[in-house]
């Protein structure tokens, strides 16, 4: 169970499903470090990878929601280069 009452297993469920209808897996570490990958279903490419998350950050559902909007933010960071040479 991580500071916040959840459990890991709740906290993956939670970061995955906000990414949908992409592939998000989180995978937690030994040392309390979360790791996501989110992917494009239909082509399995990497669409970002972020390891070293620390679960002690993560104490009130703020923090959780505050951690899915960076995640986004840095996904649409990714993505943007894409979606212009798409355009062009």
Not at 32 to 59: A, C, D, K, Y
Not at 68 to 82: C, G, N, S
């Amino acid at each position: 169970m991580i500071a916040c009452g959840l459990s890991t297993l709740e906290l993956r469920s939670i970061v995955e499903g906000a990414f949908l209808p992409l592939n998000c897996t989180c995978t937690i570490a030994q040392d309390q470090s979360m790791t996501v990958q989110i992917t494009e279903p239909s082509t399995g490419q990497v669409n970002l990878f972020v390891t070293g998350i620390s679960l002690g950050r993560l104490n009130t559902s703020r923090e959780i929601s505050n951690l899915v909007a960076e995640l986004r933010d840095e996904l649409h960071t990714v993505a943007q280069p894409q979606l212009y040479s798409r355009m062009a």
